[in-house]
């Protein structure tokens, strides 16, 4: 059983006044039926990254890649429209805010109909039902009155379960999610994620999780990949981070304050500058 | 008392109709030298209270009192001299347009300091800033260094009492460590007092010694953060955030 | 000048450079990042060459027009152009157009200044001031700039020619009268954005008072997005301008106003077409100018925040 996603040699490279920025240098890595996080803080490339499998960099951004396969299907080098048809069937993606990835005059559940509409040759009142299926599965009660309501009206929660709603209702193979849960409340994480979780499980997905929150990654994936300067500095399960060699994710983990465990004073990551240069890590399977 | 004593305080928005209550009766003190968390999620009201501190709004009743001196509804100079607030977001908090230089100097003009090219680099250096930062514009330097410039520019004043409104909540997690390293060591060295506003529960248990919980407007409770630590919460929404934190799953809800 | 050159290779370094050393360093690398993103962008190249060939003939038109532009020669009336003596030809009383048109640049040019001094300013002033003061301050200045947007250029400027006498300087008045309300709707409106941002916060907690906070740190961030609609409202004042001058309120004969020239050129058009045409090339030419530099500036001035 082949992979759900292939990626190999993966660079992203920006034009700038000053120079090309390299925002992605060489990343390897695969995602089978699991849940794959990939950490990392801001300017190491996880972001672009995500949307790079999407094709959703423009120009003058580039995207140079061996290969990215999906299911064993090269979809880097497909034309546009192709592309258009694997965005959303084949792949989708849930973003940090729902306040700025919801369209704000339309009714919540237009959108999620729309999802639909766009991959299904149905009816509308297809589409309807299907997007009121669609939302109790993600736990909104009141499915009917939610879906006439408009994104300022729903709270953050809910906007980013209507996220998720709207991203699943054409049933992708892969869901990436990039910082679904920094903009909101913490009890309202939990909550998110776990919906998020089941209907990947049940739904046989892969999911790239995309955070800058290492524990939270590690208590949600099965493996995690750790990046830096646009490599992959280290791949390893989940639940063996605590073991993780590499000092960037020894002193991610080590810079934490913790409530069990009271400091008086965090330990500061030294950046090594060696490790900009060092070989990326595979995330292979 | 020396620090800051909030009795029975009530702040709303807008009148009659429209009207919102953001804070309810919040009733807390913080003692000099003392460092106080405020801790909430959004729509909590806890921002609301620094605001209100501040004076930037005007539609409070109740009782504030800082430095041993009860607030009205304006705030003067000394108050201004003795009272700073380093904010959230370390993009907004800057001029776009004023080099790293030229927004200290101008808080030293303004609080009518007269040594200021020594003052400029001498904060800096407190800051951790080395002097290739001074002339910098905010575009050129990272969210860590301009959070760094803010607390500088907190500094200038030399103030007694440090508001701070979420202040690494923005920032990365390595940068975090360095911004609570920092945060720790001044108070240390100037003895000044914290009043912390943010919704994680792990930087505030490093930072500050007492926090109230807030909830929609109300403080539910106060307690020491070692009684948090050891779980002994009387509040269910308490522990419901410590455990949230902690990464528990809600009992309640089981989702499926 | 090659960009192999050390000493010049050097120099763009220290431009370029991430950590000046000093206020005045980090001002002129602030510029010169500036004008290397300006540069980029060929159309408003080509504007600003052009605006800057205008400014040159204005200056020396003294020295570089082949002829006084006042001068009649009845015996060469309405030659075409490309004659003997008259390049782009000569109007009915003979004198000569590209002359004429020398001399003219430089009235377009003191009525495109006059109005640029008055105009913005005003509205930056009322603009800022009912932002950030807000309440009554704030409806009662935007109420009077309604009053002086409800105007019509020309009725007004008719009203002053009838009160005050034709003339260029009343033509500039009646049009930064007219001009200024946009420009107070626009600083209003980033008023009202910035007010509420946490460096202003931050600078009312230091003790600042409105004075400070709207010259020095809402007025710099206002410039940007004034200059962009000043410059591309230059064309339209120009024109303007210049249709006051076709209807005889402003600059008077024998002037060599353009306006006034095509309004003097009508008559010949269909037989002598170059006597109304030529002026207007000039108008629509730098018209034109003005719009490509507006556009180049608001890509350079107006970046999204962040976007670095």
Request: aromatic fraction near 6%; charge should be neutral.
């Amino acid at each position: 059983m082949s992979n759900l996603l292939d990626v190999e040699n993966l660079w992203i490279k920006f034009p700038t006044r000053s120079g090309v920025c390299e925002a992605v240098r060489g990343i390897s890595f695969s995602l089978g039926r699991e849940r794959l996080g990939i950490v990392g803080e801001s300017g190491s490339g996880k972001s672009v990254t995500g949307r790079a499998i999407l094709r959703l960099i423009r120009p003058p951004g580039t995207v140079e890649a061996d290969r990215i396969d999906l299911e064993g299907r090269d979809i880097l080098r497909i034309p546009e429209l192709e592309m258009r048809e694997v965005r959303g069937q084949g792949i989708s993606m849930i973003m940090q805010d729902p306040k700025f990835s919801l369209n704000p005059v339309m009714r919540v559940g237009d959108q999620i109909s729309e999802a639909y509409l766009l991959h299904a040759d149905t009816s509308r009142a297809q589409a309807y039902a299907r997007s009121i299926e669609m939302l109790e599965a993600v736990s909104i009660r009141g499915p009917e009155r939610v879906y006439t309501m408009y994104p300022h009206e729903v709270s953050g929660g809910m906007g980013q379960r209507i996220m998720i709603a709207m991203m699943l209702i054409p049933d992708p193979k892969i869901l990436i999610a990039d910082e679904p849960t920094s903009s909101l409340d913490v009890s309202v994480r939990m909550q998110v994620l776990e919906i998020m979780d089941r209907l990947v499980r049940e739904r046989g997905m892969g999911l790239i999780f995309i955070s800058h929150d290492l524990h939270l990654v590690s208590r949600f994936c099965d493996r995690v990949l750790i990046m830096y300067g646009g490599k992959i500095l280290e791949s390893c399960r989940a639940d063996k981070l605590h073991e993780a060699r590499h000092p960037y994710t020894r002193g991610l983990l080590n810079s934490l304050p913790r409530l069990e465990a009271p400091r008086d004073r965090l330990d500061v990551l030294n950046r090594d500058p060696a490790w900009l240069d060092q070989p990326s890590v595979s995330g292979m399977l | 008392m020396n620090g800051i004593l909030i009795e029975n305080l009530n702040v709303w928005f807008s009148e009659g109709h429209d009207r919102v209550d953001a804070v309810n009766g919040a009733n807390f003190e913080v003692p000099a030298g003392g460092s106080f968390g405020l801790v909430g999620e959004s729509g909590s009201g806890k921002s609301t209270i620094l605001r209100a501190l501040t004076g930037m709004v005007k539609t409070w009743s109740g009782r504030m009192e800082m430095l041993g001196r009860e607030l009205g509804p304006t705030r003067d100079r000394s108050f201004y001299r003795a009272v700073q607030m380093v904010f959230q977001d370390p993009y907004g908090s800057l001029h776009p347009r004023h080099s790293v230089d030229r927004v200290i100097s101008e808080t030293l003009q303004l609080h009518g300091f007269s040594d200021i090219d020594n003052r400029v680099s001498g904060l800096l250096e407190d800051v951790g800033l080395g002097p290739e930062f001074r002339f910098r514009y905010p575009h050129q330097i990272s969210g860590g260094q301009r959070q760094r410039v803010s607390i500088a520019r907190a500094l200038a004043s030399e103030p007694e009492i440090l508001l701070l409104d979420e202040p690494t909540s923005a920032l990365d997690v390595s940068v975090q460590a360095e911004i609570l390293n920092l945060l720790t060591d001044l108070r240390k060295q100037r003895k000044l007092t914290y009043l912390m506003v943010t919704h994680d529960l792990t930087v505030v248990s490093h930072l500050c010694t007492d926090i109230a919980v807030m909830q929609l407007g109300k403080i539910v409770e106060i307690l020491s953060v070692e009684d948090m630590r050891a779980h002994k919460t009387s509040h269910p929404y308490t522990s419901h955030l410590l455990n949230s934190s902690l990464g528990r799953r809600r009992e309640a809800t089981e989702a499926g | 000048m090659s960009a192999s050159d050390p000493t010049n290779q050097g120099l763009r370094a220290w431009l370029l450079t991430d950590t000046p050393t000093s206020r005045g360093h980090a001002r002129l690398a602030a510029w010169y990042q500036g004008w290397l993103s300006f540069r980029a962008n060929p159309m408003t190249m080509i504007g600003f060459v052009i605006l800057l060939i205008l400014v040159f003939i204005a200056a020396f038109a003294p020295w570089l027009a082949p002829h006084d532009p006042f001068a009649q020669d009845l015996a060469a009336r309405l030659q075409p152009p490309g004659s003997e003596n008259y390049i782009l030809g000569s109007d009915s009383l003979g004198r000569d157009i590209l002359s004429r048109l020398m001399y003219g640049s430089r009235i377009t040019l003191y009525i495109v200044t006059l109005v640029v001094i008055i105009a913005p300013v005003a509205g930056l002033l009322v603009g800022t001031i009912a932002g950030y003061a807000g309440g009554w301050a704030d409806v009662v200045l935007m109420r009077i700039t309604d009053i002086f947007l409800a105007f019509p250029r020309l009725v007004l400027a008719l009203a002053f020619v009838a009160a005050l006498g034709a003339g260029i300087e009343n033509a500039v008045l009646a049009i930064s009268l007219t001009a200024w309300p946009p420009y107070a709707r626009i600083s209003r409106a980033e008023t009202l954005t910035i007010r509420h941002s946490d460096f202003i916060h931050a600078v009312r907690l230091q003790g600042a008072g409105p004075l400070c906070i709207i010259t020095r740190h809402i007025w710099p961030l206002c410039i940007s997005s004034l200059v962009v609609r000043v410059t591309l409202d230059m064309a339209g004042i120009i024109l303007a301008a210049a249709g006051l001058g076709f209807l005889g309120l402003g600059a008077q004969p024998p002037s060599p106003e353009w306006g006034a020239m095509i309004s003097e050129g009508r008559r010949f058009i269909l037989d002598h077409w170059w006597v109304a045409t030529m002026p207007g090339l000039a108008i629509f030419t730098v018209s034109l100018a003005f719009n490509l530099l507006g556009d180049g500036l608001r890509d350079v001035l107006d970046p999204k925040e962040g976007s670095n």
